[in-house]
């Protein structure tokens, strides 16, 4: 089992920033990939970033040049830096980990709110 607590959500005004934080604590041993996806209102929940172990990274193509994600071993912490924040960036963003074994554990999300 992996428990994950998010931190970091808020409003921010347009072209701000923001860093979102997930500590991952349980049978921490065994993630492989880390990574955070968002639901806007009324839209499908959708993948922003993951990164492995070894550290590759990957990007949806809508926050590519913006969004940085990245990852702390030592501490089993996963973050997402969010610069340049636009309104359609609003949303649930929920911190999410696979096992080596393939298991998916999910966080309890935090907003984002992008307005002026």
């Known amino acids: 089992q992996v428990q994950l607590v998010e931190s970091g959500g808020g409003l921010v005004q347009p072209g701000g920033s923001l860093r979102l934080s997930c500590a991952a604590s349980?049978?921490?041993?065994?993630?492989?990939?880390m990574g955070w996806f968002r639901r806007a209102p009324g839209k499908q929940r959708e993948l922003v970033a993951t990164?492995?172990?070894?550290?590759?990274?990957n990007y949806a193509d809508s926050v590519k040049g913006r969004f940085t994600i990245s990852r702390d071993n030592a501490k089993n912490t996963v973050y997402l830096q969010m610069n340049s924040l636009k309104p359609e960036d609003t949303a649930v963003y929920y911190c999410?980990?696979?096992?080596?074994?393939?298991?998916?554990?999910w966080g309890q999300g935090t907003q984002v709110t992008v307005s002026s």
């Open positions: 990164i492995t172990s070894g550290g590759t990274t």
């Open positions: 999410w980990v696979v096992t080596s074994r393939g298991d998916a554990y």
């Open positions: 349980g049978s921490i041993f065994s993630i492989n990939v």
